[in-house]
Nanobody
Framework: QVPLVESGGGLVQAVGSLRLSCATS????????MGWFRQAPVKEREFVAR????????DYADSVKGRFTISRDYGKNTVYLQMNSLKPEDTAVYFC??????????????WGQGTQVTVSS
């Protein structure tokens, strides 16, 4: 089992910012690609961002490109999602994910418990 503990969600006004954190074990942090998905009410879980640490490649959904940034802190075994210029349509539960190579949520090996992000207009 891979522990993925998220934090940083909350309520923010449109055009504001939030930073999500996902802490994990050192073994998982160095072994797996990690990233984020989100799920809004009555919608399917959708890909947001992913980072492959070994290659240095990052990938973003078109809807967040240019506004969200994924990064990591090696000393803290933590992955971050910096979210800027937030929009009401970004409102969702955000899930940290580990061990996946595609944007399909069915291909994810491990999930965090999720953290709510609500953007008011």
């Amino acid at each position: 089992q891979v522990p993925l503990v998220e934090s940083g969600g909350g309520l923010v006004q449109a055009v504001g910012s939030l930073r999500l954190s996902c802490a994990t074990s050192g073994r998982a942090f160095s072994r797996y690609a990690m990233g984020w998905f989100r799920q809004a009410p009555v919608k399917e879980r959708e890909f947001v961002a992913r980072s492959n640490w070994s290659s240095g490649n990052t990938d973003y959904a078109d809807s967040v490109k240019g506004r969200f940034t994924i990064s990591r802190d090696y000393g803290k075994n933590t992955v971050y999602l910096q979210m800027n210029s937030l929009k009401p349509e970004d409102t969702a539960v955000y899930f940290c994910a580990a061990d996946f190579n595609a944007r399909d949520y069915g291909a994810v090996g491990y999930w965090g418990q999720g953290t709510q992000v609500t953007v008011s207009s």
